[in-house]
């Protein structure tokens, strides 16, 4: 057996550029967008690399690799590199052959895409397939949201880019808050307790502690703990520290959606996405409330952006009551907001719209 | 072997123009009895509408305290080849730029010894294998850190630091500002040891983006948010200029009236921009890549306290730096003090699971920037606070 090493860092960057890239590293001068999915870099020194983005499911089979490396090692001398939106780019410094992969690409059934006004793969986590907190799968509903949002994927032809992304639980691996539609798995009921085991598995005062809303007192009686329903809010935190309270409940889970996030500093700066659906039921395989909900802001929001507005100037621009009125989207209680700072959401103005 | 079950939910998942995640469970589960039992349980999570996952456990390699993630099945009797399905993290290289052989290689070991299963990437940047048994994870971690050539070694988890990661960078994107993917190699290795060894209140995420389009949303997902920026003024080659219109762009729609500080004049011959009135949106250089640069005085601006919703709500990170020089190869000696002086803060005064925001929230920004030594400057806020109740040292009052 090999001798264990440790502390050796991730591998060197620079061995994986392609020759292309290590000769004009930090002197590209700018970049096109040749056609949907094709990007043109062009360097000071009058070099051009080309790069050729491709969807992917992120769940992926070694044997996908495996055949993404054979078109890598055909068309760009054996270098590719993944974005963090779960993309693949070929990267390819002779252009001549872009279309030729674009051929081979599409004939495996893996979509080129994702650059400019379109939408770019959908950030996710894991879901079903492999955490113990999910409210929803993630996979699942990405795949069903993205096979009816395909066009938006191979053409430009939104306002602006537009991001999703999806979380299955309020942890948010890969942090989603901050997209142009955001789907996020919620629970919506209190915990149960599992009396007997839980002195046995898990330490009282950590769990008491971990509620954000102080929700969770012991109780002695029983060596346990008890949970002041009108005080929990789901967010499922108790249930990381302690296997023995359980959140999950498939009769009440269920999908939230969010809009006018965005990360960038173009514009208008960074921002939370905002409630727009706060309940949406979870229907497997395919999650048609949800994809139709989705689908119905991205067109909504298409027809009625200006060119060059994100979701979120658009909203701003219409202001967030006609945004619910243009979308026909419900407000209700659940949009106002009560966990902290929840004033700094109200509304201390005359000035609004009818 | 197991039987292979019927999967009529899932197989509806295969259908659509989208790549099927589950068409890639099922090529693993040609090769693996772990990935047929994976599909065969998902089965039944699509079923139930539950998870079908224990909750914890703890595995990992000698000598490391995080990077492997215990995974356990709630029903191992049905499927008793996932009964185990831990996760490895392994360390990306910068910008997720890969040869053909390095990614070959980790897939010949996975496919000895795993499920076959992967995610290119985890959102935290790390090559994320899924399903493996407790037996094989030394033997795992053995043979990728001896790979001849690119060996690699695990990412982060539990309360540690969290593998850094960062954008395309100056290796392709002609916005970067900063050396991203040297930042990026120089600090996951000289941090290693935070990494690797759980020592810490919580996790700590560093992300590194080359310009305020931070492409790898370092400012809504990691604790501490580098992003490259420029102090002087935006290099204009007006020819270009000229050439984008005659060429029929519409800069007054595109770029003119879409300005946030309306800084930028076009006079139908010459673009002006009022730099110092310029807050380095990028939105001009962003549409006119040709005609636009940014300035030379280059370095980046450091924000702090980003972090997901638990527990105290959904943060992005603050300004606390406006303005480091971080040339690559100078060993970003400023940079590290700097971050050793947050880090100790945040470990000597964070209770169990509180990220840096949130204990600087707890324990007010004065009280933060006095331990890291930093001076109160108004690029740091958006506006002064609004409410009178605020504190005062000892010594700026009159002490009996
Ligand atoms: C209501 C809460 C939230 C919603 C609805 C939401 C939604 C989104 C969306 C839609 C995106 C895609 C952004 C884009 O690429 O333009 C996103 C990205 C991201 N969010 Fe959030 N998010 C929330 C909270 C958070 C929190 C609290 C964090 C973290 C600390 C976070 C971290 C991130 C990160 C790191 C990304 C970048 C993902 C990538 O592009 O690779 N989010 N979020
Ligand atoms: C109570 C808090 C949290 C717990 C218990 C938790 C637990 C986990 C677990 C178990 C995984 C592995 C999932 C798997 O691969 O099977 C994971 C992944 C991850 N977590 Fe968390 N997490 C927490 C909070 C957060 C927060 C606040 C963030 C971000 C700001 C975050 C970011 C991530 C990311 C990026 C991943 C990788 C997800 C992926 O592979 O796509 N986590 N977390
Ligand atoms: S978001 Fe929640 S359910 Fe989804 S992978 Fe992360 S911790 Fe698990
Ligand atoms: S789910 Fe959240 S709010 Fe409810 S008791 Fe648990 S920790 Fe507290
Ligand atoms: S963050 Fe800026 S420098 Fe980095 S890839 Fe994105 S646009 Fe380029
Ligand atoms: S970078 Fe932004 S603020 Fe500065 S001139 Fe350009 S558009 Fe205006």
């Known amino acids: 057996m090999a001798q264990a090493r440790t502390d050796i860092g991730p591998p060197l960057y620079k061995e994986m550029l392609p020759p292309i890239i290590k000769e004009n590293y930090g002197k590209w001068q700018y970049h096109e967008i040749v056609k949907p999915g094709v990007l043109v870099h062009v360097s000071e020194t009058g070099a051009k690399l080309y790069t050729v983005r491709a969807g992917s499911p992120r769940l992926i089979s070694i044997y996908f690799i495996r055949e993404i490396c054979d078109l890598a090692d055909k068309y760009c001398d054996g270098y590719l590199r993944f974005t963090s939106r779960h993309n693949v780019e070929f990267l390819l410094s002779d252009g001549s052959k872009v279309d030729a992969l674009i051929a081979e690409l599409t004939e495996k059934g893996v979509p080129v895409g994702g650059t400019g006004n379109s939408i770019t793969n959908i950030v996710h986590t894991q879901g079903w397939v492999h955490c113990h907190t999910p409210a929803t799968d993630a996979s699942g509903i990405v795949k069903s949201v993205m096979d009816e949002l395909f066009e938006y994927f191979t053409t430009m032809k939104l306002p602006a880019k537009l991001r999703i992304s999806l979380a299955c639980c309020l942890n948010m691996c890969g942090a989603v808050h901050c997209s142009d539609i955001a789907i996020l798995g919620i629970h919506r009921t209190v915990p149960k307790i599992d009396h007997d085991t839980l002195h046995k598995v898990c330490e009282i005062p950590t769990l008491t502690a971990s509620c954000p809303t102080a929700a969770i007192r012991p109780n002695p009686k029983l060596k346990s703990v008890e949970i002041k329903a009108e005080r929990c809010m789901y967010c499922g935190n108790c249930y990381t520290m302690c296997p023995s309270v359980h959140i999950i409940d498939a009769k009440n889970d269920a999908v939230s959606i969010w809009v006018g996030g965005k990360i960038s500093n173009s514009r208008i700066g960074p921002r939370f996405s905002r409630l727009a659906i706060p309940f949406l039921p979870n229907n497997p395989p395919r999650w048609p409330e949800v994809v139709n909900a989705v689908k119905h802001i991205v067109e909504v929001y298409a027809a009625n952006a200006q060119p060059g507005e994100r979701m979120a100037e658009w909203i701003e621009r219409i202001s967030w009551e006609k945004f619910f009125e243009v979308t026909g989207l419900q407000f209700t209680d659940k949009h106002i907001d009560d966990f902290t700072l929840a004033q700094t959401t109200f509304r201390s103005t005359t000035q609004f719209k009818w | ?178 050396d991203t993917l040297d930042l990026c190699h120089d600090l996951t290795n000289e941090f290693q040891d935070y ?206």
């Open chain 2, 1 to 178: 072997m197991t039987e292979t079950k019927k999967t009529p939910l899932l197989d509806e998942l295969e259908k659509g123009p989208w790549p099927s995640f589950v068409k890639e469970i099922k090529k693993a589960a040609a090769h693996n009895i772990s990935s047929q039992d994976l599909l065969g349980q998902l089965e039944l999570s699509y079923e139930d509408k539950k998870a079908h996952w224990k909750h914890g456990g703890l595995v990992g390699v000698m000598g490391y305290g995080g990077g492997v993630i215990g995974r356990y099945s709630d029903v191992p009797e049905q499927f008793p080849n996932i009964e185990m399905f831990h996760t490895i993290r392994l360390n990306q290289p910068s910008g997720w730029y890969y040869n053909t052989k390095a990614l070959r290689q980790v897939c010949d070991v996975w496919e000895k010894y795993g499920s076959g299963l992967t995610n290119l990437h985890g959102a935290t940047g790390d090559m994320v294998l899924l399903g493996t048994k407790t037996e094989y994870i030394q033997t795992i971690f053995d043979e990728v850190s001896n790979f001849e050539e690119h060996p690699m070694d695990l990412g982060g988890s539990g309360s540690n630091l969290r593998t850094p990661s960062c954008c395309a960078g100056p290796a392709r994107c002609e916005f970067a500002m900063i």
């Open chain 2, 195 to 400: 990494l690797h060894r759980p020592m810490w209140p919580y996790k700590s995420k560093i992300k590194i983006s080359g310009c305020p389009n931070d492409c790898v949303a370092s400012i809504a997902r990691s604790d501490i948010s580098i992003q490259g920026t420029w102090r002087d003024d935006i290099k204009i080659n007006q020819e270009a200029v000229r050439e984008y219109v005659a060429g029929g762009f519409d800069i007054n729609g595109m770029v003119i009236s879409k300005c946030p500080t309306k800084c930028i004049a076009w006079d139908g011959n010459e673009l002006t921009i009022d730099n110092a009135n310029c807050t380095r949106c990028m939105h001009c250089i962003n549409k006119m890549t040709k005609a636009l640069r940014p300035g030379d005085d280059r370095g980046a601006t450091i924000l702090i306290g980003g972090k997901a919703p638990i527990l105290q709500g959904a943060m992005m990170g603050w300004v606390i730096v406006p303005f480091m020089k971080l040339e690559s190869g100078s060993g970003y000696e400023e940079l590290k003090e700097f971050l050793e002086k947050v880090w100790e803060w945040w470990d000597e005064n964070g209770k169990t699971r509180e990220r840096l925001g949130e204990l600087i929230l707890r324990l007010g920004m004065r009280n933060f920037l006095r331990a890291i030594e930093l001076e109160p400057i108004p690029q740091m806020v958006m506006a002064p606070r609004a409410n009178p109740f605020f504190f005062w040292w000892p010594e700026e009052t009159v002490q009996d």
